[in-house]
C-alpha cells in the first residue's frame, strides 16, 4: 500500500505564498486522481483542489480559484500545492489522498497558519 506524508506547511502573512508537497512512499501512477484537502477544527474535512487524468490542469475549490495550483510528478512520486495571495481563511491542516478520497490513504497532515 501507498503511504503519503505531506510536508511544506508553516506559518506565513497574509498575502505570502507556501508550496506543499505530498511525496508518495511508493507509485502514485496507477491513482487516476489525486488530491488536496483542508480541515479546521470543528469543521468537516473539505476538498481543496485534485487532478485527475481526465482534467489534468486540476478542479478547485470556489475559495482557492485563482490562488492555489495542484500539480503532480509521477516520475517523483510528488503531488504538490502551490498556494499564492494567502488569506487567514487559509489556516487549516492540509492533507493529500488518492481522488476521490480512500480512509487508509489518510497521513499526518501539514499545518498551514497564515497570519493577518
Known amino acids: 500500500q501507498v503511504r503519503l506524508v505531506e510536508s511544506g506547511g508553516g506559518l506565513v502573512q497574509a498575502g505570502g505564498s507556501l508550496r506543499l508537497s505530498c511525496t508518495a512512499f511508493?507509485?502514485?501512477?496507477?491513482?487516476?486522481?489525486m488530491g488536496w484537502f483542508r480541515q479546521t477544527p470543528g469543521k468537516p474535512r473539505e476538498l481543496v483542489a485534485s487532478?485527475?487524468?481526465?482534467?489534468?490542469?486540476?478542479n478547485y475549490a470556489d475559495s482557492v480559484k485563482g490562488r492555489f495550483t495542484i500539480s503532480r510528478d509521477n516520475a517523483k512520486n510528488t503531488v504538490l500545492l502551490q498556494m499564492n495571495s494567502l488569506k487567514a481563511e487559509d489556516t487549516a491542516v492540509y492533507y493529500c489522498?488518492?481522488?476521490?478520497?480512500?480512509?487508509?490513504?489518510w497521513g499526518q497532515g501539514t499545518q498551514v497558519t497564515v497570519s493577518s
Open positions: 489522498n488518492i481522488y476521490p478520497p480512500a480512509d487508509n490513504y
Open positions: 511508493g507509485s502514485i501512477f496507477r491513482f487516476r486522481g
Open positions: 487532478i485527475t487524468v481526465d482534467d489534468p490542469r486540476g
